[in-house]
């Protein structure tokens, strides 16, 4: 779907209606000057009333998907559904002419990812995933001053990313279906060690452990992975829906290192240190709202005509590890990843810093670690 050219905002529905689209997706908007949101779908009726009344929008079930994406009235989807919804709500946005934001992880296996990208190429669309620290000035900055040379050539990468989910919350559904905590927080670490790297690893190996809670009996309740990458670099990471929360990152260089707290988080400040023969100089950023971000640079590409860099191929490039380290995790063996080229990753040029959001009431929705 071209927009037409006197077009000065794209029209979105937002498919689905849980706690990441009510409490940042939907807010973010209001912030959003290039983006409108026009319609919701759920399919929970006091979900469509409540949340259709407060932002002054038509409502949709999800039997009634389909008509919303033929009604002229909307440009773009935003997809916030569980993981295994992403590929078939995806697919038939791009059959009917609608640009896709998805959230990660793209989809919940490869083939399903490729099936997503080339819908949306068929019917000439375009697909973003959303990767909101992309745009995020902290983790872009510690992009650059790796690539300057200043660390020296980057050999080591460790990261933590925690929390505690409650029984009961579509995270904890099993790891076929795209649950367990290497999708939900591990692709964080993984996306990290990528663009952090500039490279794509060459063999994984990972272990899970549980305490044996009940929540806990059809996913992992914390995995370690080590991911090789060429030059025998080594990403290593932790993500656990069972310990208190953390979110921190560390690349060490032959001649210094690079830290960072609250590394992969939207609403606490984050700490960047950079630490060169003993001269440590530290940075803090504020949280800002990176959902406002990655929803105007995707409608700046859909007005102006130019391709997302998180696009589907990035997308798949992070599935294709989460799934070779639940495979080494369930069979204790090393697994060898093919070859992988990424032309495009997200650079300091990308940043989009905006003022973060206000937090709104909750309608039948829930923080997964069972906060208020």
Request: hydrophobic letters at 35%.
């Amino acid at each position: 779907m071209i927009l037409a050219k006197n077009q000065s905002k794209v029209r979105y529905a937002v498919v689905g209606l849980g706690w990441i689209a009510q409490e940042d997706v939907l807010p973010a908007f209001a912030q959003a000057e290039n983006s409108q949101l026009v319609a919701l779908i759920s399919g929970d009726q006091i979900k469509r009333e409540e949340l259709g009344k407060q932002y002054e929008v038509k409502t949709y079930t999800y039997q009634e998907y389909d008509h919303c994406l033929k009604s002229g009235k909307v440009d773009a989807v935003y997809i916030a559904l569980p993981n295994h919804l992403h590929r078939e709500y995806t697919v038939r946005a791009a059959d009917a002419g609608v640009h896709v934001l998805c959230e990660k992880p793209m989809a919940v296996t490869e083939q399903e990812c490729e099936e997503m990208t080339q819908a949306c190429l068929k019917n000439k669309v375009k697909l973003m995933i959303a990767y909101r620290l992309h745009f995020d000035k902290a983790n872009m900055m510690a992009v650059e001053i790796i690539k300057s040379g200043k660390i020296g050539t980057p050999r080591i990468f460790n990261s933590v990313f925690t929390q505690q989910v409650v029984e009961g919350n579509v995270r904890v559904e099993p790891i076929t279906t795209g649950g367990g905590t290497v999708y939900d927080m591990g692709v964080y670490c993984i996306n990290a060690a990528r663009y952090l790297f500039q490279d794509e690893p060459t063999e994984v190996f990972a272990f899970s452990a549980s305490n044996g809670e009940k929540r806990f009996e059809e996913i992992d309740e914390m995995t370690s992975a080590i991911l090789r990458f060429p030059g025998n670099r080594l990403a290593t990471f932790t993500s656990s829906f069972g310990t208190a929360p953390v979110s921190t990152f560390q690349v060490v260089g032959t001649k210094g290192d690079v830290r960072m707290d609250s590394a992969y988080s939207y609403l606490d400040d984050i700490e960047l240190q950079q630490t060169v023969e003993s001269d440590t100089q530290k940075q803090t950023f504020s949280a800002g709202d990176q959902f406002a971000a990655e929803i105007i640079y995707f409608s700046d590409c859909l007005l102006n005509d130019k391709d997302p860099e998180p696009s589907g191929e990035e997308g798949l490039a992070d599935v294709r590890i989460v799934r070779a380290i639940n495979q080494s995790a369930q069979t204790g063996k090393p697994v060898q990843l093919g070859d992988f080229k990424r032309q495009n990753r997200p650079t300091l040029q990308q940043v989009i810093q905006i003022p973060a959001s206000e937090q709104p009431k909750l309608i039948h929705a829930a923080d997964p670690s069972g906060k208020s």
